[in-house]
T-cell receptor
Framework: GESVGLHLPTLSVQEGDNSIINCAYSNSASDYFIWYKQESGKGPQFIIDIRSNMDKRQGQRVTVLLNKTVKHLSLQIAATQPGDSAVYFCAENPRGGATNKLIFGTGTLLAVQP | NAGVTQTPKFQVLKTGQSMTLQCAQDMNHNSMYWYRQDPGMGLRLIYYSASEGTTDKGEVPNGYNVSRLNKREFSLRLESAAPSQTSVYFC?????????????FGPGTRLTVL
């Protein structure tokens, strides 16, 4: 979900469980979406992307679901590991323009309990 | 390949001082970006450069200037630093020729303005 002010929404899961991180995006014209992972003290790192002509895409242990009707994006992580602990951001690319401009959500903190 | 590199990693300035943040990428990308990230928030676009020789304002350009020195390098300048510019600054690059491309991020510069 989206956060307000300084407090990130936090998802706490047990190691080995599946995690689902949600994101509501703002622009119905956006045609490309990305999930990034940001570990403490580092820059964001690409996880998976999806185009608006798809509703599901799978990677290694991750799945992204796109529901354009309600402008909702989710990231599913299977068999969550301690190394998955990080802040996860969704980003959208509004359609058009000559360059790939991304609009980022405020992030969700995933805390994996051993 | 080093990817996206940023210097310095940390910087403390006094109000009114100026400084330039440096960014370089070795992936032959056309587009480069500067973002700022404040505590508990997502990344906000300051300026971007779709290609060598062009720059455009992003969401929060006030108080900043940029220079696309060549295809590899994109610098961000604070002419007169203010406490409100205390933040973590990330540079990113991407192949902006097509819309569907991820951006690659540097490790960030942590700036404190006293």
């Amino acid at each position: 979900g989206e956060s307000v002010g300084l407090h990130l929404p936090t998802l706490s899961v047990q190691e080995g469980d599946n995690s689902i991180i949600n994101c509501a995006y703002s622009n119905s014209a956006s045609d490309y979406f990305i999930w990034y992972k940001q570990e403490s003290g580092k820059g964001p790192q690409f996880i998976i992307d999806i185009r608006s002509n798809m509703d599901k895409r799978q990677g290694q242990r991750v799945t992204v679901l796109l529901n354009k009707t309600v402008k909702h994006l989710s990231l599913q992580i299977a068999a969550t590991q301690p190394g998955d602990s990080a802040v996860y951001f969704c980003a959208e690319n509004p359609r058009g323009g000559a360059t790939n401009k991304l609009i980022f959500g405020t992030g969700t903190l995933l805390a994996v309990q051993p | 390949n080093a990817g996206v590199t940023q210097t310095p990693k940390f910087q403390v300035l006094k109000t009114g001082q100026s400084m330039t943040l440096q960014c370089a990428q070795d992936m032959n990308h056309n587009s480069m970006y500067w973002y700022r990230q404040d505590p508990g928030m997502g990344l906000r676009l300051i300026y971007y450069s779709a290609s060598e020789g062009t720059t455009d304002k992003g969401e929060v350009p006030n108080g900043y200037n940029v220079s696309r020195l060549n295809k590899r390098e994109f610098s961000l300048r604070l002419e007169s630093a203010a406490p409100s510019q205390t933040s973590v600054y990330f540079c990113a690059s991407g192949n902006g020729v097509r819309s569907y491309n991820e951006q690659f991020f540097g490790p960030g510069t942590r700036l404190t303005v006293l």
